[in-house]
Nanobody, 123 residues
Framework: VQLQASGGGLVRAGGSLRLSCAASGRTFSHYVMGWFRQAPGKEREFVAGINRSGGRTDYADSVKGRFAISRDNAQNTVYLQMNSLKPEDTAVYYC?????????????????WGQGTQVTVSS
């Protein structure tokens, strides 16, 4: 599967953005999907994940209550709605796909990665 992330940009603190990740292929619903981010000089970190049906989600503590992940299997797309953005949310955001049954919270298990989209939050 090929993944294409979009929706990043520059936003003021307190603002919102919605990231999208479009997947190619007909088996999108077979994949657990995740969003990760990587700031300069830091390791790639888990942000949010969603299971195959969309019925179960998982979030990093730093984004709980502010971010929401969702998916539309008919449109082969996963979304990340980001509200109440903070300067520390600034990073390149990546979507990833895994053929497992549960949502991994580390990068290693994911099989496919998108190219990343830059999110910059100004104070």
């Amino acid at each position: 599967v090929q993944l294409q992330a979009s929706g990043g940009g520059l936003v003021r603190a307190g603002g919102s953005l919605r990231l999208s990740c479009a997947a190619s292929g007909r088996t999108f619903s077979h994949y657990v999907m995740g969003w990760f981010r990587q700031a300069p000089g830091k390791e790639r970190e888990f942000v949010a994940g969603i299971n195959r049906s969309g019925g179960r989600t998982d979030y990093a503590d730093s984004v709980k209550g502010r971010f929401a992940i969702s998916r539309d299997n008919a449109q082969n797309t996963v979304y990340l709605q980001m509200n109440s953005l903070k300067p520390e949310d600034t990073a390149v955001y990546y979507c990833a796909a895994d053929l497992g049954l549960v949502v991994p919270t580390t990068p290693g298990p994911y099989d496919y990665w998108g190219q990343g989209t830059q999110v910059t939050v100004s104070s």
